[in-house]
């Protein structure tokens, strides 16, 4: 134990996403050119800044449209050996307009593409901690509900 009592404290990284569903109740998953699965629209929450207003910027940077996001689906504690305690959030985007969907521009430093995907496909989507979530956050946003998460699983 050291005397700094600040050693012990976790210093979580959060990260924002949203979950957005097109009228046959698939979500979007993203593309990004920088990783090897399949993602939500969202990123890290910057210094100053909401995890709402993360999601919004986020949004607007990678899908470049502003549709209105709704509430919180999913809190996750989800540390990551390689990148140390985080704290996901996962708010609805709700039903995408036409218009939206039309206005789609992706961001090419960011995104190779999207596309809408059934939710049960999605263990052969994406690594298995984001499929967890994506379930829970799916079923959260049938429900009504907000789910606490940890790695996933809730608690």
């Given at each position: 134990?050291?005397?700094?009592?600040?050693?012990?404290?976790?210093?979580?990284?959060?990260?924002?996403?949203?979950?957005?569903?097109?009228?046959?109740?698939?979500?979007?998953?993203?593309?990004?050119?920088?990783?090897?699965?399949?993602?939500?629209?969202?990123?890290?929450?910057?210094?100053?800044?909401?995890?709402?207003?993360?999601?919004?910027?986020?949004?607007?940077?990678?899908?470049?449209?502003?549709?209105?996001?709704?509430?919180?689906?999913?809190?996750?504690?989800?540390?990551?050996?390689?990148?140390?305690?985080?704290?996901?959030?996962?708010?609805?985007?709700?039903?995408?307009?036409?218009?939206?969907?039309?206005?789609?521009?992706?961001?090419?430093?960011?995104?190779?593409?999207?596309?809408?995907?059934?939710?049960?496909?999605?263990?052969?989507?994406t690594i298995p901690r984001l499929a967890r979530?994506?379930?829970?956050?799916?079923?959260?946003?049938?429900d009504g509900s907000t789910r606490y998460l940890?790695?996933?699983?809730?608690?």
């Open positions: 134990m050291t005397d700094d009592p600040a050693a012990t404290f976790a210093h979580a990284r959060a990260a924002a996403g949203v979950l957005f569903f097109n009228d046959q109740d698939h979500i979007m998953l993203v593309d990004p050119s920088y990783k090897d699965y399949r993602d939500v629209p969202g990123g890290y929450v910057e210094r100053g800044e909401t995890p709402y207003q993360a999601a919004e910027r986020e949004v607007a940077e990678e899908l470049g449209i502003r549709p209105e996001i709704g509430r919180l689906l999913v809190a996750d504690w989800a540390p990551n050996e390689a990148e140390g305690d985080k704290i996901l959030f996962l708010f609805d985007g709700g039903t995408l307009s036409t218009d939206h969907l039309n206005a789609i521009r992706l961001e090419p430093s960011e995104l190779v593409g999207c596309h809408f995907h059934d939710i049960a496909q999605i263990n052969d989507l979530r994506l379930l829970h956050a799916h079923a959260a946003h049938r940890e790695h996933g699983e809730r608690t």
